[in-house]
């Protein structure tokens, strides 16, 4: 999971970027990167370790020179969290020049990696699978070009390619030097991606056209006065030459779209839309439905006060609270300098920010039966600290529910789960998560449930509950390739 961006505008937009990527800070906190690039054709590039706060210093931004421009906030998934180099965006520089960023994870890297070297041509400096997706971009547009020009037919020809050869989830947003902005999604839409257009500001003495942005969260777009065209459908490109020209274009043979699960329970934030779908009444939706679920497995009378475990299971809470009848109270006061312990790396990481993170105010606790509900237990690292920390405030009983079903599969396709031995609800039936957790009782969100809870008065057909389900949307992810990721994450 990662955050992008890409805008085209009528003047400079270093700044605009850099509040983008400060919108998007949730979505990945070991480093940020921003390209943009003039009419010459010639790259700026700025990537640093950390937050966008800390890698972007006055003189960073001032070099960041162009009206059209990408960045990136990175959570690791491929390859190392400290390794700077892996830092996005990439850049290669045949054909034209290409600066691309990317949010996904693709799932045949052994075999684009072979075809590179033997095929292609082309040297590999690191293990990101981000520069394996620019570098075959650049391959395949290298194929393309049969004059001195490139033009959009060209783009999305190659962007085909790109489909035919790539397998997994991404979400991208590429610069081509001299030539313009490039954006595309994965034939099954796994990863968001969203367009906006504002109209441009006379300007003295030049034409004024509209200026366009691509994201991975529409709140970005709203934020900066964009209105919001349409999501990139599954599959498409769109390109938006260095005159304000936009083509779009299907580029798949096949698509359907099934997003990601797991951006509606934790990942984006809840002032977001995406394929149409309203995160907040989402994360409502799920609170209804949790909230028969805990009525069904907890006895009578278990329950004083309801709590959320700040901030994405608020919602949640709430109509749990609201449709069983019970006290809704905040326990848990968040520290918010401190980062999303999901997404941070390693075990000793995560436990230790927990408590940075959230204090437990007694005052709440002290003698009641406490119900805690949380977006989802992954690693249950998080859960079990909480859960302790709701007893030594002087909680009577903790029973704990997840908004989401038992995480019992790796995720594949962007989030940082590729290990089963590393999952709390793997190879464990309920009660033994609940002993290992050490909460009195434990209730989780049905799967159909978390469906509906979702696809509820919208358009979408099918969506990716791999992590839940075991089933994975691209057809492609084997019980060997498991294995295989499993124990390149061990050695």
Not at 129 to 155: H, K, M, R
Not at 296 to 303: N, R
Request: proline residues 5%; glycine residues 8%.
């Amino acid at each position: 999971m990662c955050g992008i961006v890409g805008m085209a505008g009528q003047g400079p937009v270093n700044q605009e970027i850099y509040d983008a990527l400060l919108l998007l800070q949730h979505r990945g906190q070991d480093s940020t990167g921003m390209a943009t690039a003039e009419s010459s054709g010639v790259f700026h590039i700025h990537k640093a370790r950390g937050q966008v706060r800390e890698a972007f210093r006055t003189r960073d931004m001032r070099a960041l020179l162009g009206d059209i421009g990408l960045g990136h906030v990175r959570y690791a998934t491929k390859g190392t969290a400290s390794n700077e180099e892996e830092a996005q965006p990439f850049y290669v520089n045949a054909p034209y020049g290409i600066v691309l960023v990317h949010n996904g994870n693709l799932t045949n890297t052994r075999e684009l990696t072979t075809e590179l070297f033997h095929k292609d041509r082309r040297h590999l400096n690191t293990s990101s699978d981000t520069e394996l997706l620019v570098n075959i971009l650049g391959s395949e547009l290298q194929s393309e070009i049969t004059g001195p020009d490139l033009d959009p037919a060209q783009v999305f020809r190659a962007v085909g390619r790109v489909h035919e050869r790539v397998e997994g989830s991404y979400a991208s947003i590429a610069l081509i030097a001299g030539y313009g902005l490039l954006a595309f999604r994965d034939p099954f839409g796994i990863r968001p991606l969203i367009l906006g257009k504002r109209p441009a500001p006379e300007v003295p003495g030049g034409e004024p056209r509209d200026e366009y942005i691509v994201a991975s969260e529409s709140l970005v777009l709203e934020n900066a006065g964009f209105e919001i065209v349409r999501d990139v459908e599954p599959g498409e490109a769109v390109f938006i030459t260095l005159d304000g020209t936009l083509h779009a274009q299907q580029c798949a043979k096949s698509t359907v779209l099934a997003p990601c699960s797991f951006e509606y329970v934790y990942l984006a934030r809840p002032d977001s839309v995406m394929n149409g779908v309203s995160v907040y009444e989402t994360r409502l939706r799920m609170g209804e439905r949790l909230a028969d679920t805990v009525a069904k497995y907890t006895p009578a009378g278990a329950i004083d006060v309801v709590m959320p475990i700040p901030d994405s299971a608020r919602p949640a809470a709430m109509q749990v609270a609201r449709k069983l009848g019970i006290e809704y109270r905040e326990g848990f006061y968040k520290n918010r300098y401190v980062g999303r312990t999901f997404i941070m790396p390693g075990q000793a990481v995560r436990k230790k920010s927990v408590r940075q993170k959230l204090n437990a105010m007694s005052t709440e606790f002290q003698g009641k039966n406490v119900l805690l509900v949380d977006d989802s237990i992954v690693r249950g690292t998080t859960s079990r600290e909480i859960i302790q920390m709701a007893r030594d405030a002087g909680a009577k009983s903790v029973t704990f529910a997840s908004a989401a079903p038992p995480v019992r599969y790796p995720h594949v396709y962007g989030i940082n789960m590729p290990s089963r031995h590393e999952l709390v609800a793997h190879g464990r039936t309920i009660p033994e998560i609940a002993e290992e957790l050490g909460c009195d009782y434990l209730v989780y969100q049905e799967v159909d449930d978390l469906k509906a809870a979702i696809m509820e008065g919208t358009d979408l057909v099918d969506l990716d509950m791999s992590c839940f389900d075991g089933r994975y949307v691209t057809g492609t992810v084997s019980d060997e390739y498991l294995a295989w990721v499993e124990g390149s994450q061990e050695s």
